[in-house]
């Protein structure tokens, strides 16, 4: 199918919007009434004919304004994009793996010709036509991992493996959930989630880490992480915060639906082959409630899992204020009726909203 | 499934390079490219003898970036449960066999501002793949080779020819041994220390290194354990309902997977922890044999790595 790649933006008039087919793809994290933290982790082969799992890298029609979008958040803060040093093997790991992906699953968008280490990168949606040496640094406008992650969808955390444990030594990182990469270079997997509540308690992350540093080559994983948004901003930084923290406070029982974003997260892991470092793209889609709603078995799931969530969860994803508004906007999409299991948003099998009586 | 990815592979060369050491060359039966791989990555190789299929981990020692075709060495072991035996009688040019994906459990820290390389005996084989990597970045290395003797010097040649200043080697037989002492003290800082050989060798380094100071962090070592052959012994598989028997020459590992129970491996010696198995209940001795358990974790026999590890005694069962 033919990508129409939207005109929008994600600060300012916040143009940004999802088609039909867009909320019908996006990646509703829940796949039971309830959450609680586990390490949620599948093999990263494929998925359902147009789903987010579908492709390794999933270009949709946010893609050309997302990478504008970057443009700007790296133009006024270089630190957003960071490699130390011993990490620039693993940017051309990445740059491999991303323009052979690409090219192969999306070839009417992305060319990658290559001749030894001449080789030539076409990409089409944002009009770039290069020839450059792999391997060789000084034949690319900027170093390997951003040159190829200004043009990817997703932050992109690439992960030194050593004594036993994963280093946050290299990234670009611009549309995150809350975290800096400048605050957490250098830091090891352990440092880096201290700030999470509860799921240390309960061992997620030893396991977590275990899971990760055994990932081989040619078998990545993944799982989905989520929080929520007040408008569809991408760029979610503590760098930021003072721009984007004041706007939770603007919502209103009026304008919930449209401004209110659930934030989901498509995280996958792949093993990169010369440095042995590990990858970990982070790609956030983000859905209005209004759109969610469309389909009412996420309507009564969304309601129940808010309603539900430990406190804890609710603020260390930064919603406690807002969820009773929120509560308030989602029961009127819970009809008591049981949900099918899994996360898909099966329409054709699940029953419409029956009217609910406001309390 | 079980184990990293699977490559089918054509057997290319088996060149014999002296009485207990032969290369094999390996290149794709599709005709495609391999996998890239960083240096000091290993493959696991399956020989069907017989009803028997033995999984074997071997460094490769091909030029990282060269998609064309992997090369391991495989040394003899007389003593052992016959897969090097195996590769040395069985296997010819033309052959058609199943390696897996790149796995790598002794990869260089690119941190690193020297590389400072000790090998036995085949523990030369990984080197020999990061000294390629190395080159190629303009990394600075030193080698420091122990053979038996000239005759069983695999890749001394080649090694002294290519790299005359970097290589440094020594026979045993001519009372030559490697001055650690002086070798370790003499490092500028931000050397990192990669050890592959025998168990011995890998002990020494690693306790004068501790013993002069070198942080923990900075030794890197390899040594996969061939499972050792050892007294049948009965286990019962609890989540699986099977009572199996593992015969004098098979691993516990290898039992389990004849047994039709799917088990978790990577490396298949004692390296990776990938096989770890909780264990729900024994009456009689563990013999741990691998490096991954904590000693504490070996003494309460609460766990069991079943590679490389056996048990003597009444009843074991294990949570698999």
Partial sequence: MTIQFHKETFRGEYSFHNS????????????????MYAVNMEQHRGG???????????????????????????ADDPLRCQSLPHMTLAGWDLLELIMVSKSEDYPELFELHRDGDQWRWVNKPLGIDDTFTFMDETTLPYGPMEYITRQTQGDFCVLDQRDDNLWMDAGTVTTQADWSLDFDIGMNFFEWHAPVPLAHEKGIFVRALK???????????????????VNPLLDTSPENYHKWGIQKTTLTPENIGSKQHLRVELQTFFRLPRSNALVFPIRCYLCSFDDLMTVPKWGRRLHRVIRDLPVELATYKGFID???????YLSKFDDGQPTSLGIWPDLETEPPLKVVRSS | MSGAE???VRVTEVAPLNELVTRFRFEPVSGGLLPTFSGGAHTVVEMRDGDITRLNPYS???????????????????????????????VSVGDEMVISNPVNLFSLDLRATKHLMIAGGIGITPFLAQIKQLDRAHGNWELHYACRSEALGSYVDYLTTTHPNDVNIYYDDQSQAIDLDTLLDGQPLGTHIYVCGPKGMIDWVRAKAAEIGWPREAVHYE??????PGKPFEVKLAVSNKVIQVGEQESLLEAIERAGVDAPYLCRGGACGQCETDVV????????????LEDSEKAGDAKIMPCVSRFEGKVLVLDR
């Fill in chain 2, 6 to 8: 699977k490559i089918a």
């Fill in chain 1, 48 to 74: 359902p004919a147009d789903s987010v799992y579908e492709k390794r890298f999933d270009v949709d029609e946010h893609y050309v304004s997302e990478m504008e979008d970057r443009a700007l958040v790296l």
């Fill in chain 2, 223 to 228: 040594e996969f354990l061939a499972p050792q």
């Fill in chain 2, 60 to 90: 490769l020692m091909s030029d990282p970036f060269d998609r064309s075709a992997y090369t391991i060495s495989v040394r003899r072991d007389d003593e052992g449960r016959g897969g090097s035996k195996f590769m040395h009688t069985n």
């Fill in chain 1, 211 to 229: 899971f990760l540093l055994n990932i081989q080559q040619g078998a990545p994983a993944r799982r989905l992480n989520w929080t929520m948004t």
């Fill in chain 1, 322 to 328: 807002n969820r009773p508004m929120m509560l308030d």
């Fill in chain 1, 20 to 35: 039909e087919r867009a909320i019908k793809r996006f990646p509703f994290p829940f796949d039971k009434d309830s959450y």
């Fill in chain 2, 281 to 292: 209940q024994a009456e009689g001795e563990i013999i741990h044999r691998d490096h991954w």
